[in-house]
């Protein structure tokens, strides 16, 4: 199974700042990632796919770039409600895989 | 506007099997792919399958032994059957879209059911 690391594993910002986050897979998967934030008690939201197409209704501070093993979420300028758990997921093989999670909290 | 819901006993015993049903609501359940995604407590996220309205699935190699998915598109829902189960399956279950057409990603998910093993 294609193995997905995230990093880091947790970070902690304030509202305003930009915030990275990578993505990384065990071999190369083209372009296709998909990224997801899940608050506590919440089912995950897909924000991202095909790791840069922004799904429809979610912010444009949020912007994903990458292809092959390295892979990039960004939140140019964090909101209040950004604070939560994002996961990175990949389907160009199977099984589908995802990553084991980036914990952003607040500073 | 589409939704989906589990629902299913909280408690299953140690060796039993565990049984959950998605209803998909305010849509078709037709041409599209269904899944279903675990989260132990604390931790990340893993794919157990999909099913395709068809009937035809694909399972997480690890648990392919013990999982069975099945679909009544009659009742716009969808199931899984998860044999012999232990404390590690212990899990928040959820289930999704598999949304799809050259690309794939999980679109739409149910709120989620906490399922405890415990005798």
């Known amino acids: 199974a294609i193995q997905l690391t995230q990093s880091p594993s947790s970070l902690s910002a304030s509202v305003g700042d930009r915030v990275t986050i990578t993505c990384r897979a065990s071999?190369?998967?083209?372009?296709?990632l998909a990224w997801y934030q899940q608050k506590p008690g919440k089912a995950p939201k897909v924000l991202i796919y095909?790791?840069?197409i922004l799904q429809s209704g979610v912010p444009s501070r949020f912007s994903g770039s990458g292809s092959e093993t390295d892979f990039t979420l960004t939140i140019s300028s964090l909101e209040p409600e950004d604070f939560a758990t994002y996961y990175c997921q990949q389907f160009n093989r199977y099984p589908i895989t995802f990553g084991p999670g980036t914990k952003v909290d607040i500073k | 506007q589409v939704q989906l819901q589990e629902s299913g006993p909280g408690l299953v015993k140690p060796s039993e099997t565990l049984s959950l049903t998605c209803t998909v609501s305010?849509?078709?359940?037709?041409?599209?792919?269904w899944s279903w995604i675990r989260q132990p407590p604390g931790k990340g996220l893993e794919w157990i399958g999909y099913i395709h309205y068809s009937g035809s699935t694909l399972y997480y190699p690890s648990l392919k032994s013990r999982v069975t998915m099945s679909v009544d598109t009659s009742k716009h829902e969808f199931s899984l059957k998860l044999s012999s189960v232990t404390a590690a399956d212990t899990a928040v279950y959820y289930c999704a879209r598999f949304y799809g057409g050259g690309t794939w990603y999980f679109d739409l998910w149910g709120r989620g059911t906490l399922v405890t093993v415990s005798s």
């Open positions: 305010g849509g078709s359940i037709s041409s599209y792919y």
């Open positions: 095909d790791a840069s």
């Open positions: 071999q190369g998967i083209s372009s296709a």
